[in-house]
């Protein structure tokens, strides 16, 4: 099995790396309340997803 000659860098090391920073979430507005949501998901404010009502948030626990 082939074994490299010299230890790597952590100039290269970190090079190699670059690539597995943490990205931003793309954020979108819904249309319905206007919060901020993610896209292609149902907005955690009013419950929709693309007009259409997915889950109702009108529970009463009393």
């Known amino acids: 099995m082939a074994l490299p000659k010299r230890r790597q860098s ?3 090391t970190r090079l190699r790396r670059s ?3 943490l990205k931003k979430p793309g954020i979108s507005v819904c249309p319905e309340c206007g919060e ?4 292609h998901r149902l907005c955690g404010n009013c ?3 693309r007009g259409r009502t997915v889950y109702s ?3 009463d626990l009393d």
């Open 57 to 59: 948030l009108d529970v």
């Open 19 to 21: 690539h597995d920073g």
């Open 36 to 39: 901020p949501k993610e896209p």
């Open 10 to 12: 952590h100039s290269r």
């Open 47 to 49: 419950g929709k997803y």
